[in-house]
Nanobody, 124 residues
Framework: QVQLAESGGGLVQPGGSLRLSCVASGFTLADYALGWFRQVSGKGREGVACISSSDGSTFYGDSVKGRFTISRDNAKNTVYLQMNSLKPEDTAVYYC?????????????????WGQGTQVTVSS
């Protein structure tokens, strides 16, 4: 059974940092393109970052470029999202996603598997 489980969300002050983790079970993460998305109530899922399964190339949304870093540890079957210089507008539920392709891009419809999400709240 394919499962993704996110953790690491929480409440942080503006300018702070969080690291989200997403552990995969039931499949080998190394064979999958991975992405992080976020969603605010009433809006669609926004692509935050993605990483390929081949050479580890990454891509970021304009709103997080230079502040967020996606990485993968295939030995631990885990993908991470390091979030620095957080802003109130980063507040959302964050989801990790996986797709059995080399690169799936920043569209939510390209991904087959999803975690349950973890809440990130940036507020003073």
């Amino acid at each position: 059974q394919v499962q993704l489980a996110e953790s690491g969300g929480g409440l942080v002050q503006p300018g702070g940092s969080l690291r989200l983790s997403c552990v995969a079970s039931g499949f080998t993460l190394a064979d999958y393109a991975l992405g992080w998305f976020r969603q605010v109530s009433g809006k669609g899922r926004e692509g935050v970052a993605c990483i390929s399964s081949s050479d580890g190339s990454t891509f970021y949304g304009d709103s997080v470029k230079g502040r967020f870093t996606i990485s993968r540890d295939n030995a631990k079957n885990t993908v991470y999202l390091q979030m620095n210089s957080l802003k109130p507008e980063d507040t959302a539920v964050y989801y990790c996603a996986a797709d059995p392709t080399v690169a799936a891009g920043m569209s939510a419809t390209s991904y087959d598997y999803w975690g349950q999400g973890t809440q990130v709240t940036v507020s003073s």
